[in-house]
């Protein structure tokens, strides 16, 4: 999200509040698409009607290595826009029916922008023309459980919302993007209707609420469009940032854990709607925003090394955001507190650029690695008409190029604004633009330097058609509990009681543990089907036959034919392993896998080209084998981590 200033300014979006920042500072890898590259076109787009964009694609989503699919299996490219208005755009003081407090003076009473000014058939229209295929829709968690109608004036120009809660006239905006054949994400953008960014009370999920809370909020929505298959995914939260005490993390086990509260609230809204995509925004911002301090934006980096597995291995989307005026260590504010020295992203060359966007976003689309997932760039964004920004002007060309280069999803930021009385935008970052009358000022209309990049950007070739379902690789990670992410063990008791479980997702196998940390890799490559016996916990050595492969070691090994889809640690020691039937004989002969002493894993697949379990020896069978046993010992001070893995062939 992103804050304007006056009508045909450019003044940055999320500079943060001066009084705010003050406040702060006084408690303190990409694959690029099959085939050859994309080349630019710049000619409009020629618009789908509702019907032909309804007819080219089927819901639900779900993704196969990098890419989103439709239900056929066919790639499903995200060319969204943002459509706010509904997280809220009050700024925070003041009457918030005043213009004048309020975003760019554009006052949405809570609902998506526009619908005052122009009926919703022709919005559909417009979108269409624009090129879109997808709207990324913010709502705030206070929409939910406001009961007030919205105003008259809100909904001029569509009088059959009138007398609608802010909520109910979200639900007809999406039955009519639905019906026009566009996929819709929802977004949980904010807690309260405030606007926006900086110290304003929505920095975290839990911001002015519990995680419980915003974790019910998402059920409630989810719920309420699960019927609709063109609803395909769930954003869980917009840019997790700093309040003025906390930092955000990804995986320290706190209530500030990022990666623990995005994977618990994408586990239960895909019990609740297992069709649902997941988004997952990195974090936005980290530390107090000057030099005396550490301070940056690490974006998707910490999914390098902790990334994240749910119930469902093919719902999971990671997110981005990029803007010229910020950068990986500054926070777009111009002057003053919170302003920094650091490069923004436009001080970049197209390089240098591409590099970072690489390093920070673009990286968890190489294919074969545990973090391996499709990334939407779900915001982006310059100001059009009347903008003399020529770093900015520069910054969205090369940008747009790397985003074309790499065939990567996106979402625009924002699609509707207003313009004033003289036709001049009141938010000049904005496609498309409404005056009172309902007269438009589109990035395709003459006097929008953007329409270049625009159509070079949604007209780019891209990859198309089936895309082959991809291997993939899950880690798991008991740092700090529990990872049970298996759908069938979920519904059942408690395997091993008082020890940290992990248990794979179903469909995988475990392949590899991390010893002294208790991580594991599961994976999908070659897998054996289960047959319908149950799973079998293994705690201590009945089941190791067929000589002892590791003399002087304790054991656990899964009976013949089973393969381990599960352990379990009490501090970091081994407790159990849970395996699985397979619906054929398996063969019984192996290798050991020793990894007290190094790393021992294989040379090639299995996620080689990522550390599932930094700074620890790790032992992993190939992807042509399957673990049946583990060997660990409490001599020599070893203290019962695991030290080699028994790994059979698979045939």
């Known amino acids: 999200m992103r804050t304007t200033g006056t009508a045909g300014t450019s003044s940055p979006a999320r500079r943060l509040p001066a009084v705010l920042l003050a406040a702060a500072l006084l408690v303190l890898g990409a694959v690029p698409a099959a085939g050859a590259a994309p080349q630019a076109a710049t000619a409009a787009v020629t618009p789908l009607t509702g019907p032909q964009l309804a007819a080219s694609w089927t819901g639900p989503l779900s993704t196969r290595g990098r890419y989103i699919v439709d239900a056929n299996g066919d790639r499903f490219k995200l060319k969204a826009a943002n459509w706010a208005g509904s997280q809220g755009t009050w700024e925070g003081s003041g009457n918030a029916d005043d213009p004048a407090n309020n975003q760019a003076g554009q006052v949405s009473h809570n609902i998506p922008l526009g619908l005052d000014r122009v009926p919703l058939a022709q919005i559909m229209a417009d979108f269409h023309a624009v090129g879109l295929n997808s709207v990324r829709l913010p709502f705030a968690n206070a929409l939910i459980h406001d009961t007030a109608p919205v105003p008259d004036s809100a909904v001029a120009a569509n009088p059959q919302l009138k007398g609608r809660t802010p909520l109910q006239v979200f639900d007809a905006v999406i039955a009519a993007l639905t019906a026009d054949g566009f996929a819709v994400i929802l977004n949980n953008h904010t807690t309260s209707y405030r606007f926006c960014c900086g110290l304003d009370g929505n920095e975290r999920w839990n911001s002015g609420q519990s995680t419980q809370a915003w974790e019910d909020d998402w059920l409630f929505m989810v719920n309420r469009y699960r019927a609709n298959k063109r609803v395909v995914g ?41 069709d649902m995509l997941i988004v997952m925004e990195g974090i936005n911002w980290q530390g107090i925003p000057s030099a005396l301090f550490s301070h940056g934006r690490p974006v998707l980096t910490p999914v390098r090394n902790l990334s994240n597995s749910l119930i ?62 499709p990334v939407w760039v779900s915001e982006f964004g310059a100001a059009g008409r009347g903008s003399t920004d020529t770093k900015e002007k520069a910054w969205l060309d090369a940008f747009t190029d790397i985003l074309v280069k790499n065939d990567t999803d996106f979402a625009q930021w924002p699609v509707i604004g207003w313009t004033d009385s003289a036709g001049n935008p009141q938010d000049n970052w904005a496609l498309l633009s409404y005056d009172a009358t309902g007269r438009r000022a589109g990035v395709n209309d003459p006097g929008d330097w953007r329409a270049a990049d625009w159509n070079k950007l949604v007209n780019a070739a891209s990859r198309t058609g089936q895309v082959a379902r991809a291997t993939r690789w899950n880690m798991l990670d008991l740092d700090f509990g529990d990872q049970d992410v298996s759908a069938t063990m ?47 916990t293994v705690t201590d050595e009945r089941y190791v036959t067929h000589g002892d492969w590791a003399s002087g070691y304790n054991k ?16 970091n020691a081994m407790s159990a392993l849970l395996c699985a039937p397979s619906s054929a004989a398996l063969p019984l002969t192996g290798r050991n896998v020793w990894f007290d002493h190094g790393d021992n894993r294989p040379a090639t697949g299995g996620s080689t080209g990522s550390d599932w379990a930094p700074g620890y020896y790790k032992g992993q069978c190939a992807d042509n084998e399957y673990l049946a046993g583990v060997a660990y010992t409490w001599k020599w001070l070893h203290y019962g981590v695991p030290d080699a893995l028994l790994c059979r062939p698979l045939s």
């Open 234 to 274: 769930a954003d869980l939260r917009n840019e997790v940032r700093r309040d003025t005490w906390d930092d955000p993390n990804w995986g320290m086990g706190d209530a500030h854990d990022e990666y623990a509260a995005f994977e618990e609230a994408g586990n239960r809204i895909l019990q609740a709607d297992p």
């Open 556 to 571: 656990l090994q899964c009976p013949d034919n089973t393969y381990a889809v599960g352990y379990s640690v009490h501090s």
């Open 312 to 373: 469902r291995s093919d719902k999971l989307v990671y997110a981005a955001h990029f803007y010229a005026y910020t950068g990986p260590a500054n926070t777009g504010a111009g002057s003053g507190p919170g302003s920094t020295g650091d490069p923004r992203y436009e001080d970049f060359t197209p390089d240098q650029l591409a590099q970072v966007v690489d390093d920070e976003a673009l990286f968890v689309t190489q294919s074969g690695q545990h973090f391996t997932a």
């Open 490 to 536: 979920l519904g059942q008791g408690d395997w091993s009681s008082g020890n940290r479980k992990g248990t794979c997702i179903d469909g995988q196998r475990l392949v590899g543990l991390g010893r002294s940390d208790s991580r594991g890799l599961c994976t999908d490559a070659n897998q054996p089907a289960t047959s319908t016996a149950g799973r079998v």
